[in-house]
């Protein structure tokens, strides 16, 4: 007999989260509010001097904008819902804001992806065409790549969220993670998910392959071009433009790479700590990787650096 007949439709779900780990639970949770004020002020700051420094008025920090206005966004998303998972007995989350929050995280990290992918269309364009860069990157161009980015990651929330929601949920209604991770609901369906993993791997292959590939090949003749300048400071210089942006990627890309292309274990023993290992990646991934964004931006660029010091010295001045 189908289980869909059996039992009544879920109405919430229960976040296991670390519920086995209490010590480390109280130690992230202060780890974690750290962090995200951290997240909130950095990229607050860098929003900010793009904004209101007319120096940093041009489409590389247009895009790095976007980016620090996305970080905001996909860390307030789920960083509430870990925080109170970590200080709350019972960790329950009824079943719209589940999937309110699985929509705001899908639609964050799907638009990152795109805006990443655009954000080295920029710096190759800057690099290998510099002639050409005010032409072909300008404000009626770079305007309607972001919009692009933002609208391509929203739709295909859109259509992963609705697939998700429109799925039974009769059995088991216990997540085995921080938040509404789509894998781990899915898990929990009493019906076929096949399409749900079919429409996934599409969209995996859209968003996560084709922008690598991208990215990739843009910084082949991003790299070639740097080798051919005859001067070291000109080569210096040259890569200091993209080295923020790489840094980013690496981390961005290489955190994902290591959550879903490791091997699982199947030794039961080793099954616990595995799942910890999962877990704590995840939570690098969705709070540390924000969180660094700024950092190596005000770190590795200097018109940044300047623009930032000079508000904070504006700032003073005002007090």
Request: positive net charge; charged residues 15%.
């Amino acid at each position: 007999m189908d289980r869909s007949n059996q039992t009544s439709p879920l109405v919430e779900f229960i976040l296991l989260g670390l519920s086995a780990y209490p010590t480390l639970e109280k130690t992230l949770f202060v780890l974690i509010v750290l962090m995200y004020l951290v997240i909130l002020l950095g990229n607050g700051v860098l929003i900010l001097v793009t904004i209101l420094d007319s120096r940093l008025h041009k489409p590389m920090y247009f895009f790095l904008g976007n980016l620090s206005f996305l970080d905001i966004c996909y860390t307030t998303s789920s960083v509430p819902l870990i925080l109170d998972s970590f200080l709350t007995p019972r960790k329950t989350v009824s079943f719209s804001a589940c999937f309110g929050q699985m929509f705001l995280s899908f639609a964050m990290g799907a638009t990152e992806c795109v805006l990443l992918g655009m954000m080295a269309f920029d710096r190759y364009v800057a690099i290998c065409n510099p002639l050409r860069y005010p032409v072909v990157m300008n404000k009626v161009a770079s305007r309607p790549m972001a919009i692009g980015s933002w609208a391509a990651g929203i739709t295909n929330s859109v259509v992963q969220t609705s697939q998700a929601m429109r799925l039974p949920f009769c059995g088991d209604n216990v997540i085995n993670h921080f938040t509404c991770e789509i894998l781990a609901v899915l898990k929990l369906a009493c019906a076929d998910i096949s399409i749900n993993v079919v429409s996934m791997v599409v969209a995996n292959v859209i968003f996560l392959g084709v922008p690598v590939l991208f990215i990739f090949v843009s910084y082949v003749f991003i790299i070639a071009t740097i080798l051919r300048i005859p001067s070291g400071e000109g080569r210096k210089k040259a890569f200091s433009t993209c080295s923020a942006h790489l840094t980013v990627v690496v981390i961005f890309y290489g955190t994902i790479l290591f959550m879903y292309g490791k091997p699982k274990n199947k030794d039961p023993l080793g099954a616990d700590k595995q799942d910890l290992t999962d877990k704590l990646t995840s939570l690098f991934y969705g709070v540390v990787t924000p969180m660094l964004n700024p950092i190596i931006y005000s770190l590795r660029n200097k018109d940044v650096k300047a623009a930032v010091r000079n508000l904070v010295s504006q700032t003073h001045l005002t007090e």
